[in-house]
Structures are given as C-alpha cells and as structure tokens.
C-alpha cells in the first residue's frame, strides 16, 4: 500500500471519527449556552439573597431561601390552591377526552371536520384564550353569563364567586382534546381481531374495556396524564388573565406566585429556589407516572 | 422546466461525497448570507425612503356645552328642572408634526421608551420636531425614536432593561411609584447638582403644581433635595355622570322626595361646593333600578346600575380606588418617617373607608369584582350605569360617538370629599399619570435632559394639550383656553391640587398586591373588612421589617423627619401643598 494511500484511509477514518461529533456540536453548544448554564446559574442564585433590579451585592445565604419558603404558610397555601386546580382539571379532561376518544373512535359522517373542531383550542395560545374567556365570563356583558341569567334569574358571577371553577373549565375547553389524541391513538392500536373474538365470547362492554382495550390504551393514558399534570402544574397565563389569582388569593396558583416573587419583587434568589423546588416536584411525579406506566409493561 | 423519471432515478442513485456534500451546504450558507446582506441593505434604503415626513394624529373630542337658556330662546320649559338647553357638538382635532423648517439629518437616535397609548404616540409624533431644535440649541441633531410597550408588560419590560444595565432608552415613562425602587437601584438619575447649576431648569420646577411635584418628580415624596423626575403624562380620578338623568325632572322629584335634597345639576353643585361621597352614594342607590323599571321615563329593557368604578384585582386598580376613600375619610396608608402601619392601615377611619368602598359595590355592575378602567368604561358607553370614577386618561372613548351610547349626555367633574366626624371637609384623590425619567446608565443624560427643556417649550405643550396629552405645568392647565379644549380638561385642572399618591419606595410591588389582595377578599366577603385590614397591617409590618425600613436606609432615602408627610397632611385636612413643609 502507497503511503498516499494509508494516509488517505487515516484521514478518512478520522473525518469518520470526528465528523459525527463535528455535526452535534452546535446542538450541544446551543443546549449548554441557553438550557445547561442558565440553570446551573440558577441553581446557584438560588443559594443567594440577590435583588436584581435593586441590584448591590450578593449574599450567600446557602439553604436560607429554601428554608424560608418550605416553612412560610403561603407557599404551602399556594401549593394546595395549585394541587386543587391541576387535579380538578386533569381529572375533567380525562373524564371528557375519554369520552371524545370514544365517539371519534366510532366512523360517522363528518367525523373528520368534527375532530378538526374539536382539536382547535389546542391551537389557540393560551393568553388569547384567557382574554377571550374573561370577555365571555363578563357578569354583566359576557354571552355565558347572559345565557346562565335567562335559566337562573341571577347574575352569576364565575369570575370572582366561581373562579377556580372558571379557570379549570378554560383549562379543559382547551386541554381535553389532548387527552382525546392520546386516548384515541391507544384505541386505534388496540387489535381488531381482539376486539372480535370478545364480540364472540359475547364478552359485556365492561368486560370487553377490561380486559382488551384498557391493558392497550393505559401506558399512552399514564403518558397523557403525565404531560398533562406537568402543563397544568406550569400554567400561568389563562389564569393571570382570567383571575390575577382572585378574588383575594383564591386561584393564586404557585407559578403566578414564582413570577411575583421573580418579575414584581425581583426577589431573585429566593424566586431560583422556588422554581428548583417545583423542578423537583415535577421530577418525581414524572417517576410516578413512569412506575405507573411501567408496572403494566410499557 | 421538468426533469423526466429517468433524471429524477439518477438524481436518486447519485451518491454524494462529504466533502460534496458539506462543500454545496457552505455554498448555500454563504449565498444565503449574501442575500440577508444585501436584503437587509436594500430594505434599509427602501425603508428610509419610504418613511413619510409627516405624521398625524387625530383624536375625536366631543364637546359638550351647557348653556343657560334666555327665555325667548328656550322652545321647552319643564317645570322645576333647570332651565339649560345643552347644545353638543363633535370636534375633531388634528395635531400634524410638520416637516422640520431646514432638513437634518441626525447625528445620534435617542430612545424614549414609554407605555403604548395616545400619549406615548402623541409623545413621539411632537418628538420629530426634536432634530432641528436639537442642531439649533446643542449644535447637534439629535432623533428620538418611541419604544412603545403594552401597558401590561410595561414595568417588566423597562426593569429588564434597567438590570441589564442598558444605555438605551436613555429617557423613559416610570409609574409615579416606581420611583423609590429605580433610584435605590442607581437606575435614575438624581437631577439636583444640574438643575442647580441651570436658571432655566429652576423656573421650569416652579412651573409645577405642588402636588405633582411630589408625586411624579421627588423621592422620597416631597423631598426636593432628590428630584429624579419631570411630570409627563398628568392622570386624575374624576367622576363622569349621566347629565340626562340628573336632569330629568321625575328623577331629580323622586329624588328630593327621598333623600331630601337636590341631585347636583351643574359643575358647581360638585366643586367647589362641598359635595360628599356619601351623597354620591345615595344618587348610585336611588339610580340602581331592575329590568321593567322605569328610568327618566323609559322602561328598562336590562338592569341599570348607579355607580361603575375598579373593584378588581388587576396591577392597583383597588389601591387606587380605595386610597381615595381612604384619604377623604382622613387617614392613609403609614407614617412614612417611622414605617408605622398599626394604627393607620387599620385604624377606625380605615375601617369604615373599607366599609363605605364595599357599599359602594352593592350598587356597581355585576362585574365590578373584576371592574378595572376598561370594564368602567363599558359600563358608561352600554348606557347601563349612571356614575363612574375613573382615570382622565381613559375618558376619551367616552364621548366617541361611535363606541358610546351617552356621547352627549354626559359630564365630568371633580371627585367629591367627605366631612368627617372630627367635621373637617377632606377632599383628596389618589393621582395617576407618569413622570419621565433619565436612565442612569445611557451615555446622552445631557441630551435627554435637553428634551426634557424642548418638551416643557410652549410650542410643545400646545401641541401635547391639543392631541388630549395630559398637561402637567399650571401655568397651562389653569388657563382658560386649556380648560375649555376637552370636555374633562376643567375637572382634571380643578383636581389636580387635592392629588395623593400611595408609597413609593423600593419595596413598593409588595406593599400593592397585599393591598390588592385583602382589600379584594374583603370585597368578595371572604373576610371582614375590620380583618381584612388587620391582616394587611400584618403583611405590610412584615414587610417594612424585612426591609429594615426606615433605619437600614441611607438618611436621603428616607422620607426627612421634621416635615410634613401625607399622613401628617390627610389626618390634619390642610390642602396637599403643605407636604413637605416643616412640621409647627
């Protein structure tokens, strides 16, 4: 072999080599510069009292921050009024996806265009849907109120005597169609010639449902459920809009708390910790859902 | 052209080198690249020259005017109502920014960042004239171009930029209360040792009325060793009424009969006759009627109510609203000198303040727990409310004919007071509007502060008052021209003496939104009113402590012991100009 040749086969099995690297490395660089060292900066923050609109000097405080909002009455509050939303609304949107699954899993005429209806708040960004819903929930202009008015005779103001209720329903006028994708994936996968010989075993629907669909359709539930809870967990802006947190601090979920504590008191140090702690909440519900998921052999 | 599929087969079986292959994406990158270049160049000369000279601004005013009727021009005469004939007319006015006399071009763009309604883009078209006043005066064109933010995001906004310590905008609009937390944060300047050294800047502090001097200009408030500021956009609360209901004879006689006295008619009957809340209470009580009841002799088609104002929770719609009912009932938030809250915040006059703002709600739209300026609004232009109290700045809409039913047949006036059990008549406001300020950090302080002088020049003003600005120097506001110009200008100039504002130091956002939210749950019922406002006292305590307010303050932070303060001021009954003032 020439030693134009070798070198040629080097330089070759070195571009093999280097090139795969060459080719993630602005992935990786932009992943570490906007994800992996903001949050490392965070972290750090967060063992810090730092103002960063009154800006001076920065002090170590170490776990003083995490202590402080661990024990203050208010978080704890915040957390209950969030845990109060995020299961109300998983829940309905569960119950209602289900229920749309089903009916889309049936071929009917205009099922198409109807699944097309069905799926379009997801597309909405959420602060339009906020302003939208504020407008129809208006006690004294909105269209829902006006319709509740002629059934009850009474002014029902959902915005301030209803407004956990409020939000979770912009929550699941938006959300359960997500739920339904998902549901209606696992129903579609579920093999015909299961569902078949249940029809021949003259299996009842119950059983049928038992035995062949759900064992199908549950990991992509636990799936469904477990984006579901971390979005409704995070959700900020349809109830910003909607409530600002009232009346008083009755829909003050614990994200809009985190951006006062971050973007109205500049608290920074102590909003960083706030956000690791709800980083760590998330994360072990999501080896919840995943040990869920997993017992039933995903 | 089309490729046939035997070309298409090969392009499929082309086996591509790397260095093919990387070889043709740098291609592409770098033609891609030339192409942004060019684009971007070309655009930047289309857009240069496509940029109109001139900009308009037109603002529809309606003017209503009442005059009092000669007897042998009146058509119709009613027995015991006023004889007035009201003639209404529409005006619109235009404020052109004409083209600069001599073409510049300038040597620098200034920003000003400022919230996104008619007075930040009426504030940018007046700034074209900038260039050529600046070549003139500082020998050096100097541009000023509008960053206009969403009201919602405005403090978000310019505080991100402020921490990252931007150089631009080098002249921006701060909320009246953020004062205390920008300057703590060295964010803006201190104008003192220039205005000192600067005839011209001394005459124009002069120019202001007292109060907006302490509110919008100096921090702490009233301390004029520390003005950071100069008034820009002037707001004050003021109440616009249904003139053909107060009018109406049935109404004006049922009402007599049941409160015993006349329903106000003219602008003097509010100010300066000593009109109270309380009276204005019992009119919202006597207009509030259901759907089939009649009104001015008109069945009702919808449930018609007697007082709109902010009950809501949003930014301080409450602190607002409720600090006036506050003030008028003689007390105020703390002791800015001590940071006291107990004994204020929750004393008995403030307790019955609370009670008297939550009456008030009995007799507002369904919507007043959500009720901010807007929903105010709408309420008056559906024609479904007699009374509300809301910004001047807003009012415009109002007598738009084509988004108001009650265009013409309303009127603005100041805000009433209160006499007391202590029998002293106060009558204070809680202020709006917004001061500009100089970014700490730009490197063109000096120019900024040059179109601080160019926009107090009468030329400017003029053009401010016109386009419906919020005119902030008395010299203006007290003439006759002015007052005339809109139909709520004479209420906003008479207002503007008896303005109060609420705290404004660093740790203000969290003294607000505990406002905010137990005013808020007492307005909902959650709590009483009496606890509402002990828990509120606890919260603010809390915070003042944490801050260590006012001893871990530097000695010009903190508001100067031996003057009077609001509190000192509100709880007294002496008009507003005494704050500041040394304590007897």
């Keep these: ?298 | 052209m089309g490729m046939n599929d035997e070309q298409k087969e090969d392009l499929f079986k082309r086996k591509l080198s790397r260095r093919e292959a990387i070889g043709t994406a740098g291609k592409v990158a770098i033609s891609a690249i030339v192409a942004g270049v060019v684009a971007g160049v070309g655009g930047y000369f289309a857009g240069s020259a496509a940029a109109p000279g001139a900009t308009t601004v037109t603002q529809k005013v309606t003017e209503t005017k009442t005059v009092t009727a000669a007897a042998a021009t009146v058509t119709k005469t009613v027995a015991g109502a006023a004889k007035t004939v009201t003639e209404t007319k529409t005006v619109t006015k235009t404020v052109t920014a004409g083209a600069p006399t001599t073409p510049v071009k300038p040597v620098y763009t200034m920003i000003f960042a400022s919230p996104e309604w008619l007075p930040g883009r009426l504030t940018g078209l007046i700034a074209k004239k900038f260039p050529e006043w600046s070549a003139r005066k500082l020998g050096k064109p100097i541009a000023v171009k509008m960053d206009l933010i969403p009201w919602t995001v405005v403090h978000d906004r310019i505080t991100t930029f402020l921490a990252a310590k931007s150089e631009e905008p080098s002249i921006f609009i701060s909320d009246s209360q953020w004062l205390g937390e920008l300057y703590a944060g060295g964010h803006i300047k201190r104008l003192n040792p220039i205005i000192e050294k600067d005839p011209e800047l001394q005459q124009l502090i002069n120019r202001f009325d007292d109060s907006l001097i302490t509110y919008y200009m100096t921090y702490p408030q009233g301390n004029r060793d520390c003005i950071v500021g100069f008034g820009h956009e002037g707001d004050v609360l003021v109440i616009v009424y249904r003139e053909d209901l107060f009018t109406h004879p049935d109404e004006r006689e049922n009402f007599k009969a049941e409160y015993g006295y006349d329903l106000p008619t003219k602008y003097e009957d509010w100010y300066p006759a000593q009109f109270d809340w309380y009276q204005l209470r019992d009119i919202a009580k006597f207009f509030t009627r259901k759907a089939g009841d009649e009104l001015a002799g008109k069945r009702l088609e919808a449930d018609f109510y007697g007082i709109a104002t902010h009950f809501g929770k949003q930014y301080d719609a409450i602190a607002c609203v409720f600090g006036t009912m506050l003030y008028v009932h003689g007390e105020y938030w703390w002791d800015p000198i001590t940071g006291e809250v107990e004994g204020y915040i929750n004393s008995d006059r403030a307790v019955k303040a609370l009670e008297f703002y939550k009456e008030l709600m009995k007799y507002a739209p369904p919507n007043a727990p959500e009720a901010w300026y807007d929903e105010t609004n709408a309420a008056l232009q559906a024609g479904r409310v007699a009374v509300i109290y809301n910004w001047c700045g807003f009012l415009p809409s109002n007598f738009d004919p084509s988004v108001s039913k009650v265009y013409n047949v309303i009127k603005v006036v100041p805000p009433p007071g209160h006499k007391g059990d202590d029998g002293i008549f106060r009558r204070y406001s809680t202020i709006g509007g917004q001061p500009m300020v100089i970014n700490a950090h730009s490197k063109h302080a000096e120019e900024a502060l040059a179109f601080m002088k160019f926009w107090f020049e009468p030329e400017q003003q003029r053009m401010w008052a016109e386009g419906g600005g919020g005119v902030c120097l008395k010299d203006m506001i007290r003439t006759k021209w002015f007052k005339e110009l809109t139909p709520y200008n004479r209420a906003y100039a008479d207002s503007i003496p008896f303005q109060v504002d609420f705290w404004n130091v660093p740790f203000y956002p969290e003294m607000l939104l505990a406002v905010q939210e137990e005013i808020h749950a007492a307005l909902m019922e959650e709590k009483s009113p009496k606890q509402a406002l002990d828990d509120l006292a606890k919260r603010h305590k809390e915070i003042i402590e944490r801050e260590g307010y006012p001893e871990k303050y530097p000695p010009e932070q903190r508001f100067p012991p031996g003057l009077k303060t609001p509190a000192d001021v509100i709880r007294a009954g002496e008009p507003m100009s005494e704050v500041g003032k040394p304590k007897k």
């Design chain 1, 1 to 298: 072999m020439t030693r134009q040749a070798t070198s040629r086969i080097r330089r070759r099995s070195l571009t093999e080599k280097y090139f795969p690297i060459i080719l993630i490395t602005p992935a990786v660089a932009i992943t570490l510069f906007l994800v992996i060292f903001p949050l490392i900066w965070a972290l750090g923050l967060s063992f810090y009292d730092y103002n960063v609109i009154r800006g001076g000097v920065m002090r170590f405080v170490g776990l003083d921050n995490y202590a402080r909002l661990l024990s203050s009455r208010t978080i704890w509050k915040r957390f209950v009024t969030t845990a109060e939303f995020v299961v109300s609304a998983v829940l309905l949107e569960f119950l209602i996806g289900f229920g749309l699954a089903f009916l889309f899993y049936q071929q009917f005429r205009g099922r198409r265009l109807a699944m097309a209806l069905v799926t379009m708040p997801m597309l909405i960004a959420p602060v339009a849907t906020g302003l939208f819903f504020r407008y129809i929930f208006d006690a004294t202009h909105g269209v829902v109120t006006y319709f509740l008015y002629l059934i009850t005779g009474k002014h029902i103001k959902l915005l301030s005597e209803h407004a956990m209720l409020s939000c979770v329903i912009v929550d699941v006028w938006q959300w359960s169609p997500f739920m339904m994708l998902f549901i209606l994936a696992g129903l579609e996968a579920v093999p015909r010639h299961l569902l078949e010989s249940a029809e021949i075993d003259r299996f009842s629907w119950f059983t049928k449902f038992r035995v062949v669909i759900w064992p199908t359709i549950r990991p992509l539930v636990m799936l469904a459920l477990l984006f579901r809870t971390m979005d409704a967990l995070r959700t900020f802006d349809t109830v910003y809009i909607l409530t600002e947190g009232g009346p008083g601090t009755r829909t003050e979920l614990i994200s809009l708390h985190l951006y006062r504590l971050a973007f109205s008191f500049f608290r920074t140090g102590e909003a960083c910790a706030l956000a690791f702690i709800l980083l760590v909440l998330v994360i072990l519900l999501t080896n919840l859902y995943l040990r869920m998921a997993r017992r039933v052999g995903v």
